[in-house]
T-cell receptor, first 115, second 110 residues
Framework: ETGVTQTPRHLVMGMTNKKSLKCEQH?????MYWYKQSAKKPLELMFV???????ENNSVPSRFSPECPNSSHLFLHLHTLQPEDSALYLC??????????????FGPGTRLTVL | SQQGEEDPQALSIQEGENATMNCSYK?????LQWYRQNSGRGLVHLIL?????REKHSGRLRVTLDTSKKSSSLLITASRAADTASYFC??????????FGAGTTVTVRA
C-alpha cells in the first residue's frame, strides 16, 4: 500500500452520466495530482493541487472538473464524457508540488469505461 | 510534453536472467526517477538518482546516469516472476511537472 487510496476501482458510465472519482492520501502531503493513462501512451498530467490550490490545468476539457476540499482529498467530477475518455485515472501525492526532488506516491487507479 | 523515452518498448526474459532498459531524456535534469507499474495498478517509486551521481543500487536494482548522453539505464538482476511489470523513467521539467516516458514492459517467464 502506498498510502493513497482511490475509489471506485472500476467505473462504467454512459455518455450522459455524472460521476465522481475520489482520492485520499494518508501521507501528510501537500500536493495532489490527477493523471490519465491510456493504452500505449505516456501518463498525461491533468491537474495539480498544491496546498489545496490548483496550480496546473493541463488543457483538460471542461467535462473533467477537479475539486480539492483539503490537502488529503481530491475529487474528479465527470460529466458528458466521450468514449475516448476511457482510461486508467491515477491519483498521486507528493510532499511539495514546487520541488524537483519530490517522489510521487500513486493510488491504484480507477479504470473508467465510457459507453 | 514527454521528456523521457524508454527503450526497448517490451522485453521478455527467463527467470533468473538480468533485464536492462534504457531511458533517454531531452533537457537538463536535477534528478531522474524510475517507477514500476504492475498491470492495471498505480505506479510505485523504485529509485531516484541525482544529476551528480553516476550509479545507484537498491537491492537487485542498479541505475546508471550519464548526463553527457542524457541517458539512464535500469538493470534488474536475477529477475523473478514478480518483476513482470512496466517500468517508467521520469524527470522534472522546469515548471515542476514530473514527465514520464511511455515505459518498458518486462515479462519474466518462469
Amino acid at each position: 500500500e502506498t498510502g493513497v487510496t482511490q475509489t471506485p476501482r472500476h467505473l462504467v458510465m454512459g455518455m450522459t452520466n455524472k460521476k465522481s472519482l475520489k482520492c485520499e492520501q494518508h501521507l501528510g502531503h501537500n500536493a495532489m495530482y490527477w493523471y490519465k493513462q491510456s493504452a500505449k501512451k505516456p501518463l498525461e498530467l491533468m491537474f495539480v493541487y498544491n496546498f489545496k490550490e490548483q496550480t496546473e490545468n493541463n488543457s483538460v476539457p471542461s467535462r473533467f472538473s477537479p475539486e480539492c476540499p483539503n490537502s488529503s482529498h481530491l475529487f474528479l467530477h465527470l460529466h458528458t464524457l466521450q468514449p475516448e475518455d476511457s482510461a486508467l485515472y491515477l491519483c498521486a501525492s507528493s510532499q511539495d508540488g514546487t520541488s524537483r526532488t519530490d517522489t510521487q506516491y500513486f493510488g491504484p487507479g480507477t479504470r473508467l469505461t465510457v459507453l | 510534453s514527454q521528456q523521457g523515452e524508454e527503450d526497448p518498448q517490451a522485453l521478455s526474459i527467463q527467470e533468473g536472467e538480468n533485464a536492462t532498459m534504457n531511458c533517454s531524456y531531452k533537457t537538463s535534469i536535477n534528478n531522474l526517477q524510475w517507477y514500476r507499474q504492475n498491470s492495471g495498478r498505480g505506479l510505485v517509486h523504485l529509485i531516484l538518482i541525482r544529476s551528480n551521481e553516476r550509479e545507484k543500487h537498491s537491492g537487485r536494482l542498479r541505475v546508471t546516469l550519464d548526463t553527457s548522453k542524457k541517458s539512464s539505464s535500469l538493470l534488474i538482476t536475477a529477475s523473478r516472476a514478480a518483476d513482470t511489470a512496466s517500468y517508467f523513467c521520469a524527470t522534472y521539467s522546469n515548471d515542476y511537472k514530473l514527465s514520464f516516458g511511455a515505459g518498458t514492459t518486462v515479462t519474466v517467464r518462469a
